[in-house]
């Protein structure tokens, strides 16, 4: 099992920004897959999930109404779309998979697989 985390860079605020995580070894229709992000010196942040079953969404309160999550079955890839993106979303961004939801969505600890990570900064 692999995931394959892309699509970081450095931006400037304002700008818009689509993280791409690319799965091998299990299919992203069949598993729960969250996005989480971590700054230096910070605890691991929930961004964003999307549910197996009929692709429900949640984000996190930070990046709500700014970031979209989307995922492609066929091409067996989940997308982070992110806009207006502010200096406080620099951070490296982690995609996670899971078959099931244990203790929630927005948890570390429902998640069993994880990408290597990608980052995104953002400048003033």
């Known amino acids: 099992v692999q995931l394959q985390a892309s699509g970081g860079g450095l931006v400037k605020a304002g700008d818009s920004l689509r993280l791409s995580c690319e799965a091998s070894g299990l299919a992203v229709s069949s598993h729960h897959i969250g996005w989480f992000r971590q700054s230096p010196g910070k605890e691991r942040e929930f961004v964003a999930a999307?549910?197996?079953?009929?692709?429900?969404?949640f984000y996190g309160n930070s990046v709500k109404g700014r970031f979209i999550i989307s995922k492609d079955s066929a091409k067996n890839t989940v997308y982070l779309q992110m806009n207006k993106l502010r200096p406080e979303d620099t951070a490296v961004y982690y995609c996670?998979?899971?078959?099931?939801?244990?203790?929630?969505?927005?948890?570390?600890?429902?998640?069993?697989?994880w990408g290597q990570g990608t980052q995104v900064t953002v400048s003033s």
């Open positions: 999307i549910r197996r079953n009929f692709g429900m969404t």
């Open positions: 996670a998979a899971s078959a099931s939801a244990a203790v929630g969505l927005t948890s570390e600890a429902t998640y069993r697989a």
